[in-house]
């Protein structure tokens, strides 16, 4: 059995596991990090406030105000894990036990992370440490984004963490993610690109941040600017984080930028999710490959499957609309007045071309919900 370690008080152990990392971060942004500030940052705290601090140069000051920016947004990070409900449509693709990381947003205690931690879940616990797990309630995710949004049963007393600007971010600046946990991690990254993202399950965001290397423990991490400021929630890790003119191949993650939560923050939490949200699903999990849409699984319980479609058919069509990629598949689909209509879809199968019609359904509608207490 694993053992868990209490998270030890900044400025001890925290500091000593982030000295290498955060000198990185030091590097990147051409301040410098003296030998002198890295044995008194590592030093116990007693030991620290023993010393006179020596005074600092305005680049020393600058970094200094950096790390304790940082420093204050990691204790806002903290462990999700959930359980899904018994027979979650979700279990086979995301398991029924998960966990990934959250942070908290507010002073209320909210706290975000990635949408599908918590699909169809029926607990939820927030683990802030080795000795205090919290029980939490959902209280939104939005499947255009990804993002998902819980709230504390009882208080954390945490400080929540800024929201700062992924649309300002360059790959000159290094960039801190963090997972939560007793054993959680902070890796020193960069950003390779901005640029839409489309997902194999019916998902697409026009701006989506990639960064190298690669995180393992990427489900809701959180991301931060130097300045502790956060700008994104760890979705994925890709094999190729390049954009498509580079011809080298570079692992990576893909994080769901931040700016895409602020327009639709307060309807996640009165509503429960964005109105982009509420649109046309079929049931289909689709890849694209030299101009074509190939349907590479069908959900035993959506609309696809009612309908017919199976693995491997070609999909030429939208309601007439050619596709040839899944941004262009998606949004064709999305289109119209509401969730519920129906889509014609022509495909190839087999050699041949024909028409199938799909009535395609609202996704929260076919999700299982917590039956409560």
Do not use: C
């Amino acid at each position: 059995m694993r053992q868990h370690h209490a998270r030890a008080p900044v400025p001890t152990l925290a500091l000593q596991r982030w000295a290498r990392p955060l000198a990185r971060v030091a590097s990147w942004v051409g301040l410098a990090l003296t030998g002198v500030w890295l044995i008194t940052a590592a030093a116990p705290a007693a030991a620290v406030q023993a010393q006179a601090p020596a005074p600092l140069s305005p680049p020393e000051a600058t970094l200094q105000t950096r790390l304790e920016a940082l420093k204050r947004a990691q204790t806002a990070v903290l462990r999700v894990r959930t359980q899904a409900v018994d027979d979650a449509q979700t279990a086979d693709s995301l398991g029924k036990r998960r966990e990934g990381t959250g942070v908290v947003i507010d002073r209320d205690g909210l706290v975000l992370t990635i949408g599908y931690l918590l699909l169809e879940a029926e607990t939820v616990d927030l683990e802030l440490s080795a000795e205090r797990v919290v029980p939490a309630r959902v209280v939104g995710i939005d499947t255009a984004t990804g993002f998902g949004l819980v709230q504390p049963l009882v208080p954390l007393r945490v400080a929540p963490v800024p929201l700062g600007r992924s649309s300002a971010l360059s790959g000159e600046q290094p960039l801190v993610s963090f997972s939560g946990g007793t054993d959680g991690e902070v890796v020193v990254s960069r950003m390779v690109s901005q640029r839409p993202y489309s997902g194999t399950w019916e998902y697409h965001i026009d701006q989506a941040l990639y960064t190298a290397p690669l995180r393992q423990d990427h489900s809701g991490a959180a991301l931060f600017n130097v300045d502790g400021e956060l700008v994104g929630i760890g979705s994925l890790m890709l094999r190729d984080v390049n954009p498509p003119d580079v011809p080298s191949v570079q692992p990576g993650n893909l994080y769901v930028p931040i700016d895409l939560l602020k327009p639709i923050l307060s309807q996640l939490k009165r509503d429960g999710r964005a109105e982009a949200s509420r649109r046309p699903w079929l049931g289909v999990n689709a890849s694209e490959a030299e101009g074509q849409v190939r349907v590479i699984r069908v959900n035993p319980e959506g609309p696809a499957f009612e309908a017919g479609l199976r693995p491997g058919d070609r999909i030429e069509s939208v309601d007439g609309e050619p596709v040839k990629t899944l941004e262009q598949f998606y949004k064709s689909v999305w289109k119209g007045n509401g969730p519920e209509r129906t889509v014609q879809l022509a495909i190839r199968r087999g050699g041949a071309s024909q028409t199938v019609s799909v009535q395609a359904v609202d996704r929260a509608s076919v999700l299982r919900r917590s039956r409560g207490i």
